[in-house]
């Protein structure tokens, strides 16, 4: 498998937690974080099914699409490769923690994030280039660059890591109960305030619901979640980016309800029948 040698960034300094001591001792990124790629299998559609392994150390965490309140979103750059006509991510389900006061959404110990890939020449190699900049948290939080390069021909065998993470992605709410759907979109100081309500059967343990909206236009600062009996609400707070405007497209709400035992999406604020 493809080795990654993780590089800290250059702003380290201003990512520590502000409750650190300044005296704290920064962590070398290589005895946080080890990653590999996982070249996996050629599905039958042509596609080939790799996968990005993360190994982190005992009490740290990384971080999954959004971070929740706070912590540093994982970005993955794949322009430079050669043969790649598209890449999705299959996200795993993640869960939720309190870092320094705040809830974070990610994942501890070991992630392995599949990454379907579409070649441009259907059947040949895909000449696999990315840089990946992550968070990593525990006292300090850390971002840490990383860069491969690796050849991937799809050759490989069935891999159990990799399909045990397409399995324990995320599952629908509806199939978890979920009921109906409202969305309220009211004027708030430099912005909007976003408000979705899930009637559905409470989860056991903490519940966080995370609101997304698809459209660059807007900057989205999640909140707390509030439940209320077979009612759970989620809130955010949209502001426009600098010299843009747009509408809000209600059926482009990505709505997800992260839970102790599992992560529940829904897009839209309406239920189909």
């Given at each position: 498998m493809s080795k990654i040698k993780p590089i800290i960034a250059a702003?380290?300094?201003?990512?520590?937690?502000?409750?650190?001591?300044?005296?704290?001792?920064?962590?070398?990124?290589?005895?946080?974080?080890?990653?590999?790629?996982?070249?996996?299998?050629?599905?039958?559609?042509?596609?080939?099914?790799?996968?990005?392994?993360?190994?982190?150390?005992?009490?740290?965490?990384?971080?999954?699409?959004?971070?929740?309140?706070?912590?540093?979103?994982?970005?993955?750059?794949?322009?430079?490769?050669?043969?790649?006509?598209?890449?999705?991510?299959?996200?795993?389900?993640?869960?939720?923690?309190?870092?320094?006061?705040?809830?974070?959404?990610?994942?501890?110990?070991?992630?392995?994030?599949?990454?379907?890939?579409?070649?441009?020449?259907?059947?040949?190699?895909?000449?696999?280039?990315?840089?990946?900049?992550?968070?990593v948290c525990d006292d300090v939080c850390i971002p840490v660059d990383m860069t491969f390069a690796v050849a991937l021909d799809g050759r490989g065998g069935p891999d159990r890591a990799i399909r045990t993470a397409l399995e324990n992605g995320l599952k629908t709410a509806r199939g978890a109960g979920l009921s109906e759907v409202t969305c309220d979109i009211e004027p708030a100081r430099k912005g909007m305030q976003l408000s979705a309500r899930w009637t559905m059967p409470q989860r056991s343990g903490q519940e966080f619901m995370l609101l997304e909206v698809p459209d660059n236009v807007w900057r989205v600062q999640s909140m707390p979640s509030l439940r209320a009996g077979g009612q759970v609400t989620g809130h955010a707070l949209l502001r426009a980016r600098k010299g843009q405007s747009g509408a809000i497209d209600r059926s482009a709400i990505r709505m997800t309800l992260i839970t102790t035992d599992g992560a529940f999406e829904h897009q839209g604020c309406s239920l189909t029948r």
């Open positions: 702003l380290l300094g201003a990512c520590l937690w502000a409750s650190s001591p300044a005296s704290a001792q920064v962590p070398r990124p290589s005895d946080i974080v080890a990653a590999e790629i996982r070249p996996g299998w050629r599905t039958e559609t042509g596609t080939i099914m790799a996968a990005l392994h993360l190994r982190l150390a005992r009490d740290w965490i990384t971080y999954w699409r959004h971070p929740g309140e706070s912590g540093i979103a994982p970005r993955l750059d794949l322009s430079g490769s050669g043969n790649l006509a598209g890449a999705r991510l299959h996200w795993p389900a993640p869960r939720l923690f309190t870092k320094a006061g705040y809830l974070s959404i990610g994942y501890a110990d070991d992630l392995v994030l599949p990454i379907e890939l579409t070649p441009a020449r259907a059947g040949q190699p895909i000449d696999l280039r990315a840089a990946l900049s992550i968070g």
